[in-house]
């Protein structure tokens, strides 16, 4: 992994912190061996190099999701998870798939 690649990580786990962390029950653990974001103990958001992936989204989440950017599965360790979507995001541009976290999130809470 190259420095840069690590500082936009970095940056991009930042700002997912600043909005989510104060969500009820939220709490941030390291799985995949990326930070990632779980509610009540249920995984919806893991920050990687590939970006930011929502692991809670129904399919029609999902597709407004893609109406809009570019939706990648989630690869660890060489295998794809491809129920995930993961989109690459820039840590100052949260804000169009804050609703599709948020959604996430609600799946795992429920």
């Known amino acids: ?6 500082e936009s990580q970095q940056a991009l786990r930042r700002a997912v912190d600043d909005l989510v962390m104060e969500w009820p ?3 941030r653990k390291v ?9 009540d103990g249920v995984l919806f958001a ?3 190099e590939q970006g930011l992936s929502l692991t809670r989204l129904t399919e ?4 407004r999701l893609e109406r809009s950017h570019a939706v990648e599965p989630f690869e660890a360790g060489g295998r794809l998870v491809r129920k995930w979507a993961t989109v690459r995001v820039e840590p100052t541009g949260l804000s169009p798939v804050e609703r599709a976290l948020r959604q996430s999130y609600e799946a795992a809470v429920v």
Request: aromatic share 8%; hydrophobic share 35%.
């Open 60 to 63: 029609t989440q999902r597709a």
């Open 46 to 48: 893991v920050v990687s």
């Open 31 to 39: 799985m995949f061996g990326c930070p990632s974001y779980v509610a």
């Open 1 to 6: 992994m190259n420095p840069n690649t690590d």
């Open 25 to 27: 029950g939220v709490s």
